[in-house]
């Protein structure tokens, strides 16, 4: 019987080493992975890009914004003081005309004098409409008609003011004109104060303002850090960590998810891909196995094929010389040999026998044989094989008991095949029970079962898959071929059938065969 064209032991070893290598592949490229994440540069960091995106960005904004506030702050601080000193200006103004009028000397010393009462002021001067000189005191202008601040106000009659140099000390002056009762201009006020007195309040905000960025900068740096590390690092680190034990046979994630929402999700996906990599690792070991398993299986039938056909020309040319030794054995046999002789002579007979028992059941194992199954009753070949059995050395020291025999049991079968694969099994039982063996026969849905049950030692578990391979055999040397099974297992092959092997209720080993029901449209063939 051909069996389908099957790939040779060479391409199942290619197919079986072509998922190893692919595993090997993504093996590869998953620790190229790792090692590239693992030598990122610092700055690559998610802390550090964190810190160098938003954090950064906003302390740079929240120190534009402090320097544009102070800016502000500046110019209503400068406002807010030119403001005093035109308040104070005012406030002097006009006794001072009155004293400027009358020639009053006093009441315009008086005045000045006044002056430094009331503000922080660094000096004060008088001058006529000509800008000379009237009365000074403490640090001011001797002379004031280059200045042009001054010239507008004696010019204008309104109040002015610049920053300017006096003595070497850079000072804000303020420039009022002195108006007579009858609206003249008769002369102008300076009043200075020191260009520090205007910035050192400022100055001082400035250094609390920098001091309250600088801390809060670096708190919000160390909020960033360690919450960072608290809520996402520790979990980023974790995962890392999971990424890098994820090694072929060790797919699988066990750790608990934890951290944020998109952090879970990550290990959510990477816990799905563990276990899609663990199937598609046990998957991948799994069709190797079978691969290599067919190999096997394609080398096995390969010899036993090579085995057939050598069986067959053994048998072809050893046939003769067994008959011619048999033949001459017997006319041996009738010269009336002395008694020695005679057991060499029947040592002689065995050994042939033996031999040709040995071709036969090659032959039988491995010969091709025709589809010429008919409707057979299974039951009444059992029945008449047992009837025969009796003369069977290898059987008659056996009890034999049957069971369920008395049915009709149809299948589609070669008898003699039949009968042959039936024979073994019973023969096989009968060497190797102690004294007692049960046939049985049982009906299922779809088949037939006979159970041949043994009271011998039984069959190890380790060598039921194997006893129905040719040459495979339980008993020792010299005391089995290992091809009555193998017999077996062809004929049950060729119909359709299977075999099993198990433990007997009678202590030994319980042999089923399992021969498929007749089906209805064979019957009316």
Known sequence: MSSPPSPSADTGDCAAATPSAKTATQTAGHRRLLGRLGQLPTFRSLRLTLLLSIVV??????????????????????QRLQEDLELVARAVSGPLSQAMSEGDDIVMGESLESIFRIGRVYGASVFDARGELVATLGVAD??????????KAIASGELGGAFRQVNGVSVFSQFTPLVADDGRIQGLLQITRKRSDFHRLLASSRIWAVSIWSMLSVLVILVVVLGHYGTVGRHVNRLLVIMERMTPGRWRVLEPASGPRELRQIHDGLHDMGERMTLAEQEIRARVERERDLARRLEYQEKVAMIGRVAGGVAHELGAPLNVIQGRSAILRRGGLAEVQQRHLDDIDHQVSRMTR??????????????????????????????????????????????????????????????????????????????RVEVSLWEHEDCWEVCVDDDGDGIAPD??????EPFFSTRPAGEGTGLGLAVVGSVLKEHGGRAAVSDSPLGGCRMSLFWPKIVKSQEDQ
Not at 61 to 66: E, T
Not at 142 to 151: H, I, L, M, P
Not at 392 to 406: E, K, P, Y
Request: proline residues 3%; positive net charge.
């Open 142 to 151: 001797t002379d004031v008609t280059r200045s042009e601040s001054a010239g």
């Open 57 to 78: 960005p906003l302390i740079i904004a929240s120190g534009v914004a402090i320097y544009l506030g102070l800016a502000a702050v500046e110019r209503n601080l400068n």
């Open 358 to 435: 040995i071709i036969q059941q090659l032959l039988d194992c491995f010969r091709h044989v025709p589809d010429s199954r008919r409707p057979t009753d299974l039951a009444a070949v059992l029945r008449g094989l047992l009837n025969r059995l009796g003369d069977d050395a290898r059987c008659c020291a056996t009890a034999i008991t049957t069971q369920g025999l008395a049915v009709r049991a149809e299948i589609a079968a070669e008898p003699t095949r039949l009968e042959l694969a039936c024979l073994n099994v019973i023969r096989n039982a009968c060497q190797a029970a102690r004294g």
């Open 463 to 468: 060598h039921r898959n194997q006893v129905f």
